[in-house]
């Protein structure tokens, strides 16, 4: 059984699992004061505002931080973890994109990984059940 910490600050986010002729992109968070997502690979997206939709946030996000339109296609996952310092749910979803062609604003490197090729990449905690998923 596990205890949640009530207390714990919630973190409500959407990512997106961009998907561009058969591979995914990822991308690499920067240096954070958070020493735990510190340089480690994600899916793009970000908070959920007031009065938004997830799927309209990770349109709004990728476009904020990747300079990319995408379609969302498909949800695909919802992860809770807790972090030692908040936590997060995650609502994923399967969307396209017509290019490969990302401007990064908020990350430092990104690629372009075939679904077998996930897991060689280091993911922060809260991606690894996606990662795992389309792993399979």
């Known amino acids: 059984m596990v205890l949640k910490n009530n207390n714990m600050k919630k973190v409500n ?18 240096k954070n004061k958070l020493d735990y997502i510190s340089n480690k ?13 997830p799927t309209e946030t990770v349109v709004r996000e990728i476009l904020e931080e990747l300079n ?8 695909f996952l919802t992860v809770e973890h807790d972090y ?9 979803y399967i969307c396209t994109s017509k290019t490969n062609q990302v401007e990064l604003s908020e ?14 990449l280091d993911w922060a905690a809260a991606d690894l059940p996606i990662v795992d998923l389309l792993s399979k």
């Not at 690979?41 to 908070?47: I, Q």
């Not at 030692?84 to 994923?92: G, K, N, V």
């Not at 990350?107 to 060689?120: A, D, F, P, T, V």
């Open 68 to 75: 990319m339109s995408i379609k969302v296609d498909k949800e």
């Open 84 to 92: 030692p310092d908040f936590h997060l749910t995650m609502h994923s």
């Open 41 to 53: 690979f994600e899916f793009p997206g970000g908070t959920i505002e007031a009065g938004e939709l």
């Open 13 to 30: 986010v959407s990512a997106a699992i961009i998907i561009n002729k058969d591979k995914i992109l990822c991308v690499q968070r920067g």
């Open 107 to 120: 990350h430092i490197s990104y690629k372009w990984l075939l679904r077998h090729e996930l897991k060689q």
